[in-house]
């Protein structure tokens, strides 16, 4: 089942690694490759790691150049996406890379994002509970945020019901994640302390205290999983590499659950998915063991000192994060074996 | 008022940071440079960056070679301090760089480093209550962790009566700190996950679930500031970076407290300190900013919908955390001014 | 055509490497996964980046358990392939990843290596000339050195004859190579100069003055592509990423040759290559839009002031600097196509 | 003997480092800080690192804020210094720490950087040849490039008469350089390809084939030292590391020179230097140990095999190579001891 993508936003970090992973998919031909500025140029001059895609002229991002496939992906600026999927036939799959569709709530959209609301789609994260249903067939698709992708695969378990749990597990109130990210996840617009000589050799973080866009994301993909609101605290932090995100989430066990039940969760919770993967004891994460793939890795330990069980996951910010994410969703969406075109290790060391 | 200082561990990040800020010291004279297997060698070789020592030999570490200084720095792997320091004369500043007295209840010290406790001395934060009373004088001196020190400085200003508060800002049994290290925090010991290759590109988390050494410290720091206990989770993590530490801490505001009381606290806290900063509003600490340098720079949020504030504190784990730590204590007890050698600006970029 | 393979020193850099690219080859099965020190060990732990592979035990490298199969890559440090090899069935494929069999004078062997010659097989970077003939079918392979990869790709459209040239553009006896490699390029050994807090900021040389072993590799093969003895003044040089090498080779122009003939030369022995691209005049190769794939990319101009070229060539170390250079052999020693498996975009950023 | 001191462009890299360094010079005293597009603002936002000056507010560029102290630091792009020099008055001592008066040639210049000549000032490397009487009294100076610093350190006692030769120990005719810089030396100005992402994990060059600016700057140096023209071709690169340069410079042997008498000359000519140092035999320079200090270290070997000895240097591109350099100069010029303020051991690990 052979099947036609167009890209926009082609010459973003999101959109050059969504054209990284078509580019090795059995069945996808990459049709239009969409930008704006760069329009007319040669792929080869703005991504120069797909030799594949060399020759590619990028093309301005217009519906015209967009219709006419069977899959869109749109990877933009938040804002911008709404107004492209809004003029695309309902029968093509639309793929939001950009956050414009994954809220559900208007007025948290507004509220962090500060322009009217485009809407509600499918939540590509298919590991969530319900989610792989909601995405067959799904002609709309909102890829997750990289954060949230982390946050959530880290701590759904101790919220969901699940194989090895009713859910419930943690307490709803007081989840706290600290979250460092390599700098591609800023994207590719040039801003001083982003440069590299800024960056490498220092940590730093930023939107502290709830401000980043990403909160109520995670807090909705955890309220929803765990029927009843959850309260996250979320600090992310840019880290000297250009990929990776290494969450470290951490919840208040509920009354009576120990570490035994926790693992147990975990792991029921996670044994047949083919991207996540709790490592065995004692082994613990690192975003380099993830790089370029889809797969996240998982540790977690209970600190009954403190109470608390603290999860740490690694992925890589723009594959499982974005665009991987984006092709596992989009392979449920067609009816395609999920893993199909993602069967990549890691590039390490 | 010239001194002399002999310094064991010299070959080691520790003691070779405590020789570079001694090297601009105006009153040190460096006497002894010890170390075990490399003695007799030219500590060029050994610590190229020490361009003034390049000709210095390395001498055993014995108590013989240590003798006749007016200050001794031991920067020892942890149970190496101790006996040696038990040998030196009552009138020498001891200063131990390593962890053998720093904790205060030989309970907590066997259960972490399952050898006999040393006992305890002064503790080397001129910033927490009280310490620098303690300083003043002081002939056997422990230089907190890199990591305590960074969470110490981020939280004590809630904890501890001060200028603009009564203490008790926050509350005591729900205290989540998250930092990410640079390599050298974990010393020159040649391990494969501390490869070069392993390490770049990626971050990684380790002693999980409350198991690291530096937790029963910070509980420690903090619950004396507090007056009653203070309960902490502490997850560290390895950083792609040679130095530096960036401790994210967070606890829950005590009832009543808003953002200006938490500001203000922290604000008068660290008002008059000459190394610890809390950057305007709007401002985030890296810590690029302060390599090389014995400052720390912290910023804080608090966040309303969680309930809690998180505060940020960027270090050198060599400087402010270990070395610099280490001077300007000495400075205290020997009656010098407290900035004295460390009036050093950050290397940047 | 499917085939089966096993893989001896499949816990270090080059072996994991292979791994990887054998897990993405649709032909290929893998077989016995050996090592020496970590027999019995899941892969998982000692490769986490091998998500696919995770559950394999690592054998003992022994005749035996690499006996049986279609294809046998050899990882070892130099030395130890000589003799595994001589073990193994003539009519079994085996490639050697190391250095043992690359050379074809005993003489520079022992004088670079100390120990016997173990013999010369097929150099396996097919884009030599003749390289490709001697290749198909081949039973045995040598895998070129990383270093003698990127530097033999940026200069031997300038000795061998070729589409756009009779040969002999450049002078034989003034050839300059200065490289870079990442810290891979060293191994896995823990040696404290590889350490992470060593090596992230910091460049340096090694090997300097003729000493490096890759030396005699890269003039046997401009020799034998000059038809004339090449001399090469060669420098390597340790950067801070884990993966990379960008040579900088520069010669002098032979009497008569400008600019114009050096480009069409390099085009036109290039255009038809899979894998190795002259860039569009005015782009420069980069390691990172390499990081991961087969793909060595090009850049060259000539410095008319001193009578040179300069040719810059940056390739991964570990792929087509040594693994995918390996599966590229091994494609066309079975009778496949070349590309099987090598379809991989760099991975950037 | 105290003295005053302006900086303009301080808030670029070379202006930072300036103050950096400055701030610690005993008898310095630094008055007006100027930039262009952030006057108004505090230092402290724009260079946190410089702790002890954060309340500094920076000026605007203009010949009023500058004139009235005794030194007045121009870190200006190109083009830039020459008027506002121009408009200082003969006794105050100008030091140009951009390229407007390096070159002597104005022919060079013109080719090279397009503008019209602004004259040549006593060019700032005390160590070449006749450069510290020039600089003794001078009231106007040319800092050097970083490339030409560690260049010109490199090979000079191979081309100028010292105490250990009659110089003319290398073929002038056949120099070969390939630099390694961090991405610092291509300042502060935010470009695409200087992002952090793109940066880290990859190496690049840059104005090949004789295309860039520090070329001519290099050969005047080298010639004026030998007497006779000396051509060279010198490839930049950009390193994944924020400071440092390591230069690999090579040449011929001159006739009946040996690996001895080359050693000899290195070992007389630097002997006496403060801030230069051939390193023992076997120990090769790092760009890390030299990191934040004024020290540039050497290696060298013969290369018999090739007829070229091979010179590797080390700077910190931003210390020795741009800002310490000018102090150096500077105390030179105020009849100050040479290294005051410049007592400053490398930043390691």
Redesign the interface.
Known sequence: MSFSVAVSGATG?AG?EV??LL??HPEARIGAVTAHSSAGT?L??L????????DRIVEETTVENLSGHDVVVLALPHGASGPVAAQLPAETLVIDAGADHRLTDPAAWERFYGTEHAGSWPYGLPELPGAREQLRGARRIAVPGCYPTSALLALVPGFAPGPGSDGGLLEPD?V?I?A?S???G?G?S???H?????????????G????HRHTPEIEQGLSRAAGTAV???F?P?L??????I?A?A?A?LAAGVDADAIRDAWDAYYTDEPFV?L??EG???????????N?A?L????????G?V?V?C?IDNLTKGTAGGAIQSMNLALGLPETMGL???????
């Open positions: 970090y050059g054209l990284r580019a090795g040669r080869g001059v991504a120069p790691h797909l030799h594949g895609l060399a007081d706290v600290v460092a390599g700098t591609s800023a590719k040039v801003k001083p982003l440069l590299g000589a800024e960056v490498m050799g220092s940590m730093s973080p930023y502290v205290g709830g401000g309260q996250v605290s600090t932090t880290a000297p590499m250009p990929r990776g290494l470290t951490t208040r993967h490592l065995p082994q613990w994460p690192t975003t380099g063991s993830v790089l370029g793939s797969h890795v540790q977690l330990a209970v600190d009954e000192h403190a608390r603290v740490c690694a069967d990549l290790q890691g590039v390490a060391p």
